[in-house]
């Protein structure tokens, strides 16, 4: 029976486009906008970040080596975190989210940075209608390592057999499915519901 329902952040509850970072940073640099999100996935500084193993300043500094970076901390925050926006499939994931919280713990679990998070906090109403969110900085942990979904199975209370997990990212989700955790890739809405009522989960 299924008790605690987590949803991953990104590209599920809320959407964003890093390439509209990428081109702001660009006219800061002598790098190409469409070289910065591959450079920054080859380094491991994003990693550190999203893990709160460095501080916003820490990672600005790296960065702006990294990429030869003319801007200040203060310039650069703003582009940094405005790449996120709702779509109607966030809204309705939203919906469903909202209307299962009466019967199961819901909860979030995502791999982002404090920069991020703090932002989504205080632009973005999403995060109100769970009983937690994991958010990796805070953890020292990102998925698809194995101990981030026990540790959040262990503050719900819930074994593996009892939660249900959605993530865009089907490494993620094999990172849940290995412990057992009733795991799915994310598409859409539609099939997100398909993939709750073929675990149990009640939707009326």
């Given at each position: 029976?299924?008790?605690?329902?987590?949803?991953?952040?990104?590209?599920?509850?809320?959407?964003?486009?890093y390439s509209i970072?990428?081109?702001?940073i660009a006219?800061f640099?002598?790098?190409s906008?469409?070289?910065?999100?591959?450079i920054?996935?080859?380094?491991?500084i994003?990693?550190?970040?999203?893990?709160?193993?460095?501080?916003?300043?820490?990672?600005?500094?790296?960065?702006?080596?990294?990429?030869?970076?003319?801007?200040?901390?203060?310039v650069?925050?703003?582009?940094?975190?405005e790449?996120?926006?709702?779509?109607?499939?966030?809204?309705?994931?939203y919906?469903?989210?909202?209307?299962?919280?009466?019967?199961?713990?819901?909860?979030?679990?995502?791999n982002i940075?404090?920069?991020?998070?703090?932002?989504?906090k205080?632009?973005?109403?999403?995060f109100?209608?769970?009983?937690?969110?994991?958010?990796?900085c805070?953890m020292?942990?990102?998925?698809?390592?194995?101990?981030i979904?026990?540790k959040a199975?262990?503050?719900?209370?819930v074994?593996?057999?009892?939660?249900?997990?959605?993530?865009?990212?089907q490494?993620?989700?094999k990172?849940a499915?290995a412990l057992?955790?009733?795991?799915?890739?994310?598409?859409?809405?539609?099939?997100?519901?398909d993939?709750?009522?073929?675990?149990g989960?009640?939707?009326?």
């Amino acid at each position: 029976m299924i008790k605690a329902i987590l949803f991953d952040l990104g590209n599920v509850l809320v959407d964003f486009d890093y390439s509209i970072a990428a081109r702001r940073i660009a006219h800061f640099c002598g790098v190409s906008h469409k070289e910065i999100p591959s450079i920054l996935l080859d380094s491991n500084i994003t990693s550190l970040f999203e893990e709160g193993k460095i501080l916003p300043e820490d990672f600005f500094l790296r960065l702006k080596d990294l990429l030869g970076l003319r801007v200040s901390y203060k310039v650069f925050v703003p582009i940094w975190n405005e790449v996120f926006f709702l779509s109607a499939k966030n809204r309705s994931v939203y919906s469903l989210a909202n209307r299962l919280r009466d019967k199961y713990t819901i909860a979030v679990l995502s791999n982002i940075n404090i920069l991020h998070y703090e932002y989504l906090k205080k632009h973005f109403p999403i995060f109100g209608i769970f009983h937690a969110v994991f958010a990796s900085c805070n953890m020292g942990l990102v998925k698809p390592d194995v101990k981030i979904y026990v540790k959040a199975l262990e503050a719900l209370g819930v074994s593996p057999q009892e939660a249900f997990y959605t993530d865009d990212r089907q490494e993620l989700v094999k990172g849940a499915q290995a412990l057992i955790i009733n795991s799915f890739v994310f598409k859409n809405a539609k099939k997100l519901k398909d993939d709750l009522i073929g675990s149990g989960v009640v939707l009326s």
